[in-house]
């Protein structure tokens, strides 16, 4: 992503070979997300999926699942234990 302000071509190692420099194309995607047709600027041919709008978006929607996720989990192993607990309580064969 190219913000207003940088240069319009930048300097690119390949390998030991020469400087290069890659030319900005211009081009528009549509976003996935919002559907919304944006225009880009971009030095290699991959076309982003999401705006950056919506990209930030789903980065914290992402961010959130995962926290969700994370805590289904610990929940799902703090009850497996305590019905492990339990079984070996039961298999304790009363002494008194
Ligand atoms: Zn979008």
């Known amino acids: 992503m190219i913000r207003d302000g940088e240069k319009e071509s930048r300097p690119v190692i390949v390998g030991n070979g020469p400087e290069r420099r890659l030319r900005l194309h211009a081009g528009t995607y549509t976003c996935e997300r919002c559907l919304h047709t944006h225009t880009y600027r971009h030095y290699l041919g991959t076309k982003p999926r999401y ?4 990209h930030a978006q789903r980065e914290e929607e992402r961010a959130q699942a995962d926290r969700i996720a994370a805590r289904e989990r610990s929940r799902r192993r703090r009850a497996a234990l305590k019905k492990e607990q339990r079984e070996r309580d039961a298999a304790v064969p009363a002494l008194f």
């Open 51 to 54: 705006c950056p709008n919506c």
